[in-house]
Structures are given as C-alpha cells and as structure tokens.
T-cell receptor, first 115, second 109 residues
Framework: ETGVTQTPRHLVMGMTNKKSLKCEQH?????MYWYKQSAKKPLELMFV???????ENNSVPSRFSPECPNSSHLFLHLHTLQPEDSALYLC??????????????FGDGTRLSIL | TQLLEQSPQFLSIQEGENLTVYCNSS?????LQWYRQEPGEGPVLLVT?????EVKKLKRLTFQFGDARKDSSLHITAAQPGDTGLYLC?????????FGTGTLLAVQP
C-alpha cells in the first residue's frame, strides 16, 4: 500500500479512442505529478500540479490533457494517441511541488498499450 | 540540460554476491535521491543524500555521495533475490526531480 492509487492498472486502446487515467493520493500531499516510463529511457516528467494549479507542462503533446479537481485527485485524459505513446504512466505526489528535495510517493502505474 | 548516467545498465548476479552501481552527472548536485522499482510497481524512495562525502546505510545497502557532489554510488552486500529491481537515482532541482537511466538488477537464487 503506497498511499497513491492508480486505475486502471492496464489499458489497451485504439488510436481513435478516448480514455482517462485516474490517480488518487491518501497522504495529504499538495503536489501531484504525471510521469511517462518507456523502455530504455529515463523517467520523463509530464505535468506538475501544486495546490491544484498546473505549474509544469514538459512540452507534452496536446493529445494528453491533465485535470486536477482537488489536491487528492489527478486525471490524465487521452485522445487520439499514437503507438509511441505506449508506456507505463506513473502518478506521484509530494508535500509541495517547489521543494525538490522532498521524496515523491509513486503509484504502481497504468500500463498503456496503443493498437 | 542536466543528465544523469547510471552504470551498469543491467546486472545479473548470484545470491550472496556483492555489487556496486553508479550514478554520474556533469553538473553538481544539491541533493540526490535513490529509488528502487520492483517489477509491476512504482519507484519507492530508499534514501536522500545531501552533503558531499556523505555515507548512509540501509541494512545491506550503502549509499555514498561523492565529495564533489557530482556522483553517487550504491553498494549492496550479500545480495538477495528480494533486491531484484530497477535502481534509479534522481537529481533534485528547485521544482522537480530528474531521473537517471536506471540499473536493472537481477539476483538469481
């Protein structure tokens, strides 16, 4: 039990589908993050939310649309994805976003496969 | 752009052996975190090192931060199958973590 829950754990979708990934944290943190983990590449930061406000968009294509309705929930809406978007998508949280030294607590990820 | 190189990329050893993995950067770190990611799970923080020359121990794991704060190492003594996983170092900047390329460790029983 990591305190950060991601659903679904696995998702297979076609390129024209629309789906959403969900992340929920039970740690009372104020910052949440989306990362992409592909084979043979370092973990890539996608988005950062601090107190529900987006503070970082790491040049992510618009086919990925994040939403943070409150400090405990984070969504990643997916639309018209490409095969190269197949990866493990990890959500993380920390106490605050602008304290780089703080540990981040990760969920177990959603394994996404684009057909 | 700061880049963290980890070596080796892959390591397969027998139970009971010792090993060391490395994390190097061309830039000075303010602090560095080590994470372990087991198969099917997200990364879990092992330790944070802040001071140049610092050594921290976590049971059979010994973490060292280089004197110049540009490199770090993780030494595992008497590795066990439960140590299997992806070891990631991460550089802490003012507002995010930059992760290294990772070392995938497999410990055979």
């Amino acid at each position: 039990e990591t305190g950060v829950t991601q659903t679904p754990r696995h998702l297979v979708m076609g390129m024209t589908n629309k789906k959403s990934l969900k992340c929920e944290q039970h740690l009372g943190h104020n910052a949440m993050y989306w990362y992409k983990q592909s084979a043979k590449k370092p973990l890539e930061l996608m988005f950062v939310y601090n107190f529900k406000e987006q503070t970082e968009n790491n040049s992510v294509p618009s086919r990925f649309s994040p939403e943070c309705p409150n400090s405990s929930h984070l969504f990643l809406h997916l639309h018209t994805l490409q095969p190269e978007d197949s990866a493990l998508y990890l959500c993380a949280s920390s106490q605050e976003a602008f304290r780089g030294n703080q540990p981040q607590h990760f969920g177990d990820g959603t394994r996404l496969s684009i057909l | 752009t700061q880049l963290l190189e980890q070596s080796p990329q892959f390591l397969s050893i027998q139970e009971g052996e010792n090993l060391t993995v490395y994390c190097n950067s061309s830039s000075v770190f303010s602090s560095l975190q080590w994470y372990r990611q087991e198969p099917g799970e997200g990364p879990v923080l092992l330790v944070t090192v802040v001071t140049g020359g610092e050594v921290k121990k976590l049971k059979r794991l010994t973490f060292q931060f280089g004197d110049a704060r540009k490199d770090s190492s993780l030494h595992i003594t008497a590795a066990q199958p439960g140590d299997t996983g992806l070891y990631l170092c991460a550089l802490a900047t003012t507002n995010k973590l930059i992760f290294g390329t990772g070392t995938l460790l497999a410990v055979q029983p």
